[in-house]
Antibody
Framework: ELQLVESGGGLVQPGGSLRLSCAASGFTFSSYEMKWVRQAPGKGLEWVSH???????IYADSVKGRFTISRDNAKNSVYLLMNNLRAEDTAVYYCARDQRYSYGLRAFDIWGQGTMVTVSS | EIVLTQSPGTLSLSPGERATLSCRASQSMSSNYLAWYQHKPGQAPRLLIYGASSRATGIPDRFSGSGSGTDFTLTISRLEPEDFAVYYCQQYVSSPPGYTFGQGTKLEIK
């Protein structure tokens, strides 16, 4: 079964750090680009970060310089290290697989259930 | 930066009716990168449509996508009770590289 399972969320004080993990199973993890997407309470989905199969990465402007995405293909896992957290980072964080279809089409086809991050004093 | 605007914000319909959801881009974009997702509270988002009009694996044929350029549409031909959810369109841009979601359309039972 294709599956992504996030972990590592919790309550953290402003300015603190947290590391999220996403464990993949049921597919050849090393062949896929991976994403982190978040949803703040009462808000819509927001893309956070992307990592290619080779490890190159990009970030949304809202987290650039504070968040670092990484992956360990031997452990079939992708990570999100979040530093200098702010109240506005409070959200459910989802990891997702980037599927490449024929003719250059692409979309996020597999998603985890999410892990909640709360930034509050 | 391409902005995606979805309309309406909320759509109130009854089971059996037809739903038409709109996603408008602030500038012309490749339909290759336009996707639609369904999201229910407490669940993982679910991919419905990719490439503007291709149904994802396991998606019923009552869901269809269309459009090109700046205007894209998700149509649900006959609503089932399980279709009431929030729907997002999403696109990828290469310069600067990144992904954007629309603000969502909430489809609620009338």
């Amino acid at each position: 079964e294709l599956q992504l399972v996030e972990s590592g969320g919790g309550l953290v004080q402003p300015g603190g750090s947290l590391r999220l993990s996403c464990a993949a199973s049921g597919f050849t993890f090393s062949s896929y680009e991976m994403k982190w997407v978040r949803q703040a309470p009462g808000k819509g989905l927001e893309w956070v970060s992307h990592i290619s199969s080779s490890g190159s990465n990009i970030y949304a402007d809202s987290v650039k310089g504070r968040f670092t995405i990484s992956r360990d293909n031997a452990k079939n896992s992708v990570y999100l290290l979040m530093n200098n957290l702010r109240a506005e980072d409070t959200a459910v964080y989802y990891c997702a697989r980037d599927q490449r279809y024929s003719y250059g089409l692409r979309a996020f086809d597999i998603w985890g259930q999410g892990t909640m991050v709360t930034v509050s004093s | 930066e391409i902005v995606l605007t979805q309309s309406p914000g909320t759509l109130s319909l009854s089971p059996g009716e037809r739903a038409t959801l709109s996603c408008r881009a602030s500038q012309s974009m490749s339909s290759n990168y336009l996707a639609w997702y369904q999201h229910k509270p407490g669940q993982a988002p679910r991919l419905l449509i990719y490439g503007a009009s291709s149904r994802a694996t396991g998606i019923p044929d009552r869901f269809s996508g269309s459009g090109s350029g700046t205007d894209f549409t998700l149509t649900i031909s006959r609503l089932e009770p399980e279709d009431f959810a929030v729907y997002y369109c999403q696109q990828y841009v290469s310069s600067p590289p990144g992904y954007t979601f629309g603000q969502g359309t909430k489809l609620e039972i009338k």
